[in-house]
């Protein structure tokens, strides 16, 4: 009886534990699957040329500022607006240099008005002297007196040329034909000498600044040509080298290059990403795995992906990093080719997740 009593007992042990564990089971299968986007790792050859990343911004590019103080007046562009050479962009309030220009004009006029009088005055003595009817010593104070006005007249007409200038500095304008591409003053603000107020571009003509380690700089040169390729484009552009630094003094050790482009029906833009392949070859080619910023997860000093399981589930996998170009990061350890990884998710991910591909 009691035997009995005991195996019914764990009989029931049981039942209760199957079905508690039934339930968590339904419940872990009834959560939503987190939809995701993906991507696979890929392998690329490094190594067989010399690499530097950098961006592409515009050869003519100009911050334009003022060199007096005052509030903005207007703003009379917005940004993508295109414009011409001379268009006025921007007025800054004037009212100090205007009553300062009144004050000029006044002080032209009454030197004007003494120098016409010192100059009748000197003629006249002129010709006294010529005929005799007056002295040596009065000629030359007469004469003095003449080169005085003049000499305050051009003074006065100086000090109105640099007032003109200084209108110059409240009416900005652009430097040359091209696009707002940035705007940093809002009509109000207080703009002040260096501020930059908008940011012009001329489209057309791009170049790239790359950065070069310490190491590799000796092997370019100036005038080589490259190929420069535009990554969000996946478009391979010809450039020309036309500037190498001497000096990593203020670069933390990277030497910059400049390599202009030529001109491509690729739509590029200032901003983009853009790797240069200078023909230099190396010896030590291997292989790297290249994956994008945005994927990676940071937990402290660790850094990770979310790669994709066999059973669609979100698995979380620590990585070594190695260099950063652009908008990608080199994996040296952790990922292998042809692995899925998950690039961005609709949804809050975590080990084990359950996910959908779109």
Partial sequence: MKNKYIIGLFSLVLLAMSCGDGNKKSVDDSSPAVTVSVSTVKQKSEGSFLTASGKIEAVNSADLSTRMMGYVDKIYVQVGDKVRKGQQLISISNTDLSAKLAQVNAGITEATAAFNNAEKDYKRFTALFNENSASQKELDDITANYNMAKARLEGAKQM??????????????????????????????????????????????????????????????????????????????????????????????????????????????????????FPIAKTDTYETVMIPLEA?????????IYTVSESNTALLRWLRLGRTMGDQVEVLSGLSSAEQYIVSADGKLYNGAKIKIQ
């Fill in 296 to 304: 990676i997860v940071n937990n402290g000093q660790l850094k990770g």
């Fill in 160 to 277: 109105k040329n640099e007032v003109n200038a200084q209108f110059s500095y409240a009416n900005i304008r652009a430097p040359f034909n091209g696009t707002v591409t940035n705007k940093f003053i809002n009509v109000g603000d207080m703009a002040n000498p260096g501020m930059p107020l908008l940011e012009v571009e001329s489209p057309g003509k791009f170049q790239v600044l790359a950065m070069v380690p310490e190491s590799e700089i000796q092997e370019i040169e100036a005038n080589t040509e490259v190929d420069v390729v535009v990554k969000s484009m996946d478009e391979t552009v010809k450039g020309r080298v036309t500037e190498v630094s001497t000096s990593a003094k203020n670069t933390g050790g990277q030497f910059l290059v400049k390599v202009v482009l030529d001109k491509s029906e690729a739509n590029i833009m200032s901003g983009m990403y853009a790797t240069v392949r």
